[in-house]
């Protein structure tokens, strides 16, 4: 096997309470229907990388012996996608009815951000490289 740090991210699983309502924000805010789907999960394709939705209930048949955290643990991490135009983008999202956590702002290391959660706390990032 050659160095994981040399192959590329396939798929990332997030765990969900609502698989229902997780599809229906995913698809009505990345514009983006399921590629795959059965009654615990539903694919999306994110450029080279696809987001599987699993119900949380069905988490621990992947990652135990570890425990899946529940919503109130906060958040880990974020994903970020890049944009030409934040401030266009977050419009857009609130015409989907989405609220923003933070932003549109300037970072000191020339990005413009804003971000946002999905129905389970899952942190996600618009990001405009300025200059």
Same mark, same amino acid.
């Given at each position: 096997?050659?160095?994981?740090?040399?192959?590329?991210?396939?798929? $990332?699983?997030?765990?969900?309470? #609502?698989?229902?309502?997780?599809?229906?924000?995913?698809?009505?805010?990345?514009?983006?229907?399921?590629?795959?789907? #059965?009654?615990?999960?539903?694919?999306?394709?994110?450029?080279?990388?696809?987001?599987?939705?699993? $119900?949380?209930?069905?988490?621990?048949?992947? $990652?135990?012996?570890?425990?899946?955290?529940?919503?109130?643990?906060?958040?880990?991490?974020?994903?970020?996608?890049?944009?030409? #135009?934040?401030?266009?983008? !977050?419009?857009?999202?609130?015409?989907?009815?989405?609220?923003?956590?933070?932003?549109?702002?300037?970072?000191?290391?020339?990005?413009?951000?804003? !971000?946002?959660?999905?129905? #389970?706390?899952?942190?996600?990032?618009?990001?405009?490289?300025?200059?």
């Amino acid at each position: 096997m050659s160095a994981l740090g040399t192959k590329k991210i396939a798929f $990332i699983t997030l765990f969900v309470e #609502d698989l229902p309502r997780a599809k229906t924000f995913y698809e009505a805010v990345f514009g983006s229907p399921a590629v795959f789907e #059965d009654p615990h999960s539903a694919v999306y394709p994110f450029g080279n990388l696809s987001i599987n939705l699993l $119900i949380a209930s069905e988490a621990p048949g992947l $990652i135990g012996p570890a425990k899946v955290a529940g919503g109130e643990a906060g958040s880990r991490f974020q994903f970020t996608i890049p944009v030409e #135009d934040v401030d266009g983008a !977050c419009e857009e999202l609130r015409g989907r009815g989405v609220e923003l956590l933070n932003g549109p702002m300037d970072r000191p290391w020339g990005v413009r951000t804003a !971000c946002f959660a999905d129905p #389970d706390g899952h942190v996600w990032e618009l990001a405009q490289q300025l200059g």
